[in-house]
Nanobody, 115 residues
Framework: QVQLVESGGGLVQAGGSLRLSCAAS????????MGWYRQAPGKQRELVAS???????NYKDSVKGRFTISRDNAKNTVYLEMNSLKPEDTAVYYC?????????WGQGTQVTVSS
């Protein structure tokens, strides 16, 4: 069982920045891929960014150049640095991880961007 705990959400004005953290209960080196998803009210959950155990990254087109996903294996933590935030980035952000064939999810952290 993998536990994921997110932190770092909050309220920020448009153009501002936030950094989300996702702490895992075990070595993230054992996880095939980790990522950040988000779900806005009335919308489906969508992938924002992901990073593999080898360090390869992938981003949703609308966040490219503004968001950066990174990992600190020593701290078993994955980060999502979010800059130039827009009101449309408002959502609950979830950390996710895949280990072999099993997916794990955190509880989510709210990000609200005011205009």
């Amino acid at each position: 069982q993998v536990q994921l705990v997110e932190s770092g959400g909050g309220l920020v004005q448009a153009g501002g920045s936030l950094r989300l953290s996702c702490a895992a209960s075990l070595s993230i080196g054992s996880l095939n891929i980790m990522g950040w998803y988000r779900q806005a009210p009335g919308k489906q959950r969508e992938l924002v960014a992901s990073i593999t155990s080898g360090g390869s990254t992938n981003y949703k087109d609308s966040v490219k150049g503004r968001f950066t996903i990174s990992r600190d294996n020593a701290k078993n933590t994955v980060y999502l640095e979010m800059n130039s935030l827009k009101p449309e980035d408002t959502a609950v952000y979830y950390c996710a991880a895949k280990r072999l064939i099993t997916d794990y999810w955190g509880q989510g952290t709210q990000v609200t961007v005011s205009s």
